[in-house]
């Protein structure tokens, strides 16, 4: 399936509000068509993200009408501005920015030409969509020992090929782990109230060939408790230098859950994912969505007209929660620490 990609009209990307019963992938032409497409989660996904937002300020950069550089700079910093303001907490959307930002000064310092940094960028963001397949694949092998065989893994919301450029975090944990020949099954939750779970998650497995079996959030529990569920993996959308982990709302629940039974609790995430200028999950910033996202299910209201609707859209799981942090470097345990920033220095000096 593809999540995403570069054409020449602009950013292909499949539309993930209208999975899964219409399959649409509808070019996105101009760096605020896609900044758009990133607000009202067309892509979402903390990897995916990142790279749209690569690929729209390359966009954005190819299509301007600026004809000296200095002219050039101003509408890149325009550009980062916009494309920056679409989703707080998701940290890779700054990592790619300031990747661009680094690639922009370096050509700049170069004294290369107008037309030569509009191409470089472009291949900066189309070598940042193959990076990413191959880091989660990586991620994938990693990962996958820790799911035993004959394993049914719980995954709170979309962590899949649709989350990422391709393959997955904790899909892609689980996707390693079946070409290895395990049988493994998944119990997704529906992940409300943007239902990943439901509409995406399920789609992919099932595209996979990968048993999964739907539950609501709120089953969770019970079929831990039954016996039912081996382990829990989950993606994120921030992690702190300590291993607090931000992924998308419910997923502390299903932590809190797991540690309950005594089951694994997994996270899986790249490199760029770690943010280790936080202390704690306590500084991650937290993204507050529109009310109608809770009131209203395929555009039908579903609660009392005026009611106060909270709709925070992550909240921050614990490290002391978290058994593992699954990344393309290696696996990280506690002391997070420790374990997170070595894994740091390995990416930074491979």
Request: negative net charge; glycine residues 8%; charged residues 20%.
């Amino acid at each position: 399936m593809i999540t995403l990609e570069w054409t020449n009209e602009g950013v292909r990307m499949v539309d993930q509000r209208l999975l899964p019963v219409e399959e649409l992938y509808p070019v996105f032409a101009t760096y605020e068509d896609v900044a758009e497409a990133i607000r009202v989660m067309v892509v979402r996904g903390a990897p995916a993200i990142g790279v749209a937002a690569a690929m729209g300020i390359a966009l954005g950069v190819r299509d301007s009408r600026a004809t000296d550089l200095g002219a050039l700079e101003q509408d890149f910093d325009t550009i980062c501005q916009v494309i920056g303001a679409t989703r707080p907490t998701a940290v890779n959307l700054f990592w790619a920015i300031e990747r661009m930002k680094n690639r922009f000064a370096e050509l700049r310092r170069a004294g290369v030409s107008a037309g030569e940094i509009r191409e470089a960028l472009v291949a900066e963001a189309q070598a940042m969509h193959t990076e990413d397949i191959e880091i989660n694949r990586q991620m994938g092998r990693n990962g996958a020992d820790l799911i035993p065989d004959g394993a049914t893994v719980l995954t709170h919301c979309n962590a899949g090929a649709l989350a990422t450029a391709g393959y997955g975090t904790a899909l892609g944990v689980i996707r390693a782990a079946v070409e290895q020949g395990k049988k493994i099954e998944v119990f997704a939750d529906e992940t409300r109230p943007f239902l990943q779970g439901a509409r995406l998650t399920a789609w992919e497995l099932m595209k996979d060939n990968i048993p999964v079996t739907l539950i609501t959030d709120n089953m969770a529990g019970h079929f831990m408790k039954k016996g039912r569920i081996t382990c829990a993996i989950v993606g994120a959308d921030r992690i702190a230098g300590n291993g607090d982990t931000a992924n998308k709302i419910g997923t502390y629940m299903v932590a809190s859950l797991a540690a309950r039974h005594n089951l694994p609790f997994y996270v899986a995430a790249p490199i760029s994912t770690l943010d280790l200028s936080l202390a704690s999950g306590e500084q991650i910033p937290i993204e507050d969505r529109t009310p109608d996202e809770v009131t209203h299910i395929g555009g039908k209201r579903i609660a009392p007209e005026g009611v106060r609707v909270a709709n925070p859209a992550f909240d921050v799981t614990p490290n002391e929660l978290v058994t593992a942090i699954i990344t393309e470097r290696g696996v990280a345990r506690p002391n997070y620490t420790q374990s997170l920033r070595a894994l740091v220095t390995k990416a930074q000096t491979s």
